[in-house]
């Protein structure tokens, strides 16, 4: 079943619009004829179970896989132009006796300079100004094996957003993060959002959040089975017989 793209208006607002977006293994089809409208300024959430294909579509929005059908990123005046874009994946696994610290592991992302050679005066102050976007700088000097797993998500996140990008996207961000810290996460996603006026397209399989963060849920299995505000999906028959439950909307 195809669902119509969000029918309001981009205005003076970027955009990326999906339209019947299709991946296939051979002939088996990962995922069919996905249409998804995100407007600048909101925060899209997409679930499904397990091997739904969401994965899938993040690495074809990301350019990892090939597929048939239009991606496209607009913004005034520069239509089709190519997006910032930055991804948190899933939580990597780090070794708990690893010596890197969150500075050695900005500089191997952003400098040139060997990790092994220390951190400059000028690029420490970047990373601490990076860390600061999500409340983060207390954690410059520790070991990122021995971060939590919410403080990893906002290290991850951290060098997602620089530079700012259109577009964050974040592949289970709230695996590994216990009740608390969730809670904690969203209301810094969501702070990043209006503070940056960028879009969030995250998977998740926590839905009792979504209510209250997100703009609207796409629920996929290898289809869309229900589009809408996040009420609309997880009050959905669609949503009962995915995941035999009721959607929480406490």
Same mark, same amino acid.
């Given at each position: 079943?195809?669902?119509?793209?969000?029918?309001?208006?981009?205005?003076h607002s970027?955009?990326?619009? &999906?339209?019947?977006?299709?991946? $296939?293994?051979?002939?088996?089809a990962?995922?069919k004829?996905?249409?998804?409208?995100?407007?600048?300024?909101?925060?899209?959430?997409?679930?499904? =179970?397990?091997?739904?294909?969401?994965?899938?579509?993040?690495?074809?929005?990301?350019?990892?896989?090939? %597929?048939?059908?239009? !991606?496209?990123?607009?913004?005034?005046?520069? $239509?089709?132009?190519? @997006?910032?874009?930055? %991804?948190? +994946?899933?939580s @990597?696994?780090?070794?708990?006796?690893?010596?890197?610290?969150?500075?050695?592991?900005?500089?191997?992302?952003?400098?040139?300079?060997?990790?092994?050679?220390?951190?400059g005066? #000028?690029?420490?102050?970047?990373?601490?100004?990076?860390?600061?976007?999500?409340?983060?700088?207390?954690?410059?000097?520790?070991?990122?094996? #021995?971060?939590?797993?919410?403080?990893?998500?906002? &290290?991850?996140?951290?060098?997602?957003?620089? @530079?700012?990008p259109?577009?964050?996207?974040?592949?289970? @961000?709230?695996?590994? &993060?216990?009740?608390?810290?969730?809670?904690?996460?969203m209301?810094?996603?969501?702070?990043?959002?209006?503070?940056?006026?960028?879009? !969030?397209?995250?998977?998740?399989?926590?839905?009792?959040?979504? =209510?209250?963060?997100?703009?609207?849920?796409?629920l996929?299995?290898? #289809?869309v089975? #229900?589009?809408?505000? +996040?009420?609309?999906?997880? $009050?959905s028959?669609?949503?009962?017989?995915?995941?035999?439950?009721?959607g929480?909307?406490a």
């Amino acid at each position: 079943m195809n669902f119509p793209l969000h029918d309001g208006s981009c205005g003076h607002s970027c955009c990326l619009r &999906v339209e019947n977006l299709t991946v $296939r293994i051979g002939a088996d089809a990962i995922l069919k004829d996905v249409n998804l409208h995100v407007h600048c300024g909101e925060m899209v959430a997409l679930i499904g =179970p397990n091997g739904a294909g969401k994965s899938t579509f993040l690495k074809a929005i990301l350019g990892q896989r090939e %597929y048939s059908g239009v !991606i496209a990123f607009s913004t005034p005046g520069a $239509r089709s132009r190519k @997006p910032r874009i930055g %991804y948190v +994946p899933q939580s @990597p696994a780090f070794d708990p006796s690893d010596p890197v610290s969150v500075a050695d592991l900005f500089a191997c992302c952003m400098s040139r300079r060997p990790a092994f050679l220390g951190l400059g005066k #000028a690029m420490r102050q970047t990373v601490l100004e990076c860390l600061e976007r999500v409340h983060g700088e207390d954690l410059i000097d520790k070991r990122v094996g #021995a971060l939590s797993g919410g403080e990893l998500q906002r &290290v991850l996140l951290a060098l997602a957003l620089e @530079p700012l990008p259109n577009i964050l996207i974040l592949d289970e @961000p709230l695996s590994g &993060v216990d009740v608390e810290g969730m809670a904690v996460l969203m209301d810094m996603l969501d702070e990043i959002r209006q503070t940056y006026d960028l879009s !969030i397209l995250m998977t998740t399989h926590d839905f009792s959040l979504l =209510p209250r963060y997100a703009s609207q849920v796409v629920l996929i299995d290898r #289809a869309v089975l #229900a589009q809408g505000s +996040p009420e609309t999906v997880l $009050r959905s028959d669609a949503f009962r017989q995915t995941f035999h439950m009721k959607g929480d909307l406490a």
